[in-house]
Nanobody, 120 residues
Framework: QVQLVESGGGLVQAGGSLRLSCAASGRTFSMYRMGWFRRAPGKEREFVASMRWSGGSTDYADSVKGRFTISRDNAKNTVYLQMNFLKPEDTAVYYC?????????????WGQGTQVTVSS
């Protein structure tokens, strides 16, 4: 089992920045890939960014490329999402997710989410 806890959400003006954190605990040695997703009001959950827990192999949604950066600190068992140049359309609940195993087979573990609100 892996437990994930997000933090760092809040209210920010358009053009501002936020850094989300996702602290992992439990069987962190088994984590393979980490991802960030978001769900805006009235919309389905969508992919934002992901990376291998061992580092590298980053991937981003087109809507956030050049503005968001995913990174991790293995010593702290934490994944980050640095969000710059935020737009009102980035307003959503942001979720951290983890896959485990030796290959990617979907995200089995999810955090509870953290709210990000961007005002215009």
């Amino acid at each position: 089992q892996v437990q994930l806890v997000e933090s760092g959400g809040g209210l920010v003006q358009a053009g501002g920045s936020l850094r989300l954190s996702c602290a992992a605990s439990g069987r962190t040695f088994s984590m393979y890939r980490m991802g960030w997703f978001r769900r805006a009001p009235g919309k389905e959950r969508e992919f934002v960014a992901s990376m291998r827990w061992s580092g590298g192999s980053t991937d981003y949604a087109d809507s956030v490329k050049g503005r968001f950066t995913i990174s991790r600190d293995n010593a702290k068992n934490t994944v980050y999402l640095q969000m710059n140049f935020l737009k009102p359309e980035d307003t959503a609940v942001y979720y951290c997710a983890a896959s485990t195993g030796v290959t990617f087979a979907g995200y089995a573990y999810w955090g509870q989410g953290t709210q990000v609100t961007v005002s215009s």
